[in-house]
């Protein structure tokens, strides 16, 4: 069963420390995606990849940095958090069909303080 | 530019009645479209999608969309729901560059009370 795996579940963080989220997926997927949702927006696209050593931005990439060390993994880089950071982030995988079904991880509430 | 529009935040629902989630959305080309359902605490889940053919198109659950290309609309329709289907319902619509992932509603919040 295709699985996308996010740790840690939960972060507390304090403001201009660094924060990493981390994503792995097990579907063998060449895209995969990190969105944060906040009330009143939705799911917004912050970075994306296509494959190992990609990263694009999204739509809201400023204060976010991305890396895909291979196909499986991706994580999401804070590397001076702010409180407007506070948010619950979402990784995602496609596949490369025009379809493009999107399998998410469970999410990772992280608040910075 | 693309976009999806949920028009209801909150539905209230008795268990057992019928449900309808309306969705319409913005585009020129062919859509793609999807209904995602995110549990409490849970990721979001695909329940159906529509590229072509019949515009009734069933899922998962007992849920069932149908594409309105006049109406530009794609609604969710479920004939009896379950306390199990309270939950965060979101319209989505693929985007021009498709490795950039989907265009999402604001999503509707339907709470089924017994």
């Known amino acids: 069963e295709a699985a996308v795996t996010q740790s840690p579940r939960n972060k507390v963080a304090v403001t201009g420390g660094k924060v990493t989220l981390s994503c792995n997926q097990t579907?063998?997927?060449?895209?995969m995606y990190w969105y944060r949702q906040d009330t009143g927006h939705g799911l917004r696209l912050i970075h994306y990849?296509?494959?190992?050593?990609?990263?694009e931005k999204g739509d809201i990439p400023d204060g976010y940095k991305a890396s895909r060390p291979s196909q499986e993994n991706f994580s999401l880089i804070l590397e001076l958090a702010t409180p407007s950071q506070t948010s619950v982030y979402f990784c995602?995988?496609?596949?490369?069909?025009?379809?493009?079904?999107?399998?998410f991880g469970a999410g990772t509430r992280l608040s910075v303080l | 530019a693309q976009s999806v529009t949920q028009p209801d935040a909150r539905v209230t629902v008795s268990e057992g009645a019928s449900l309808q989630l309306r969705c319409k959305y913005s585009?020129?080309?062919?859509?793609?479209l999807f209904w995602y359902v995110q549990y409490p605490r849970q990721g979001l889940q695909l329940l159906l999608k529509?590229?072509?053919?019949?515009?009734v198109v069933q899922g998962v659950n007992g849920f069932e969309a149908e594409f309105s290309k006049s109406n530009s609309s794609f609604h969710l329709r479920k004939a009896s729901v379950h306390w199990s289907d309270s939950a965060v319902y979101f319209c989505?619509?693929?985007?021009?560059?498709?490795?950039?992932?989907?265009?999402f509603g604001l999503g509707t919040r339907v709470s089924v009370f017994p």
């Open positions: 585009y020129s080309g062919t859509p793609y």
């Open positions: 989505v619509l693929r985007s021009n560059n498709y490795a950039q992932g989907l265009t």
């Open positions: 995602a995988s496609g596949d490369n069909g025009g379809q493009n079904t999107l399998y």
């Open positions: 990849s296509y494959g190992a050593g990609s990263t």
């Open positions: 529509y590229y072509s053919g019949d515009p």
């Open positions: 579907n063998n997927h060449n895209n």
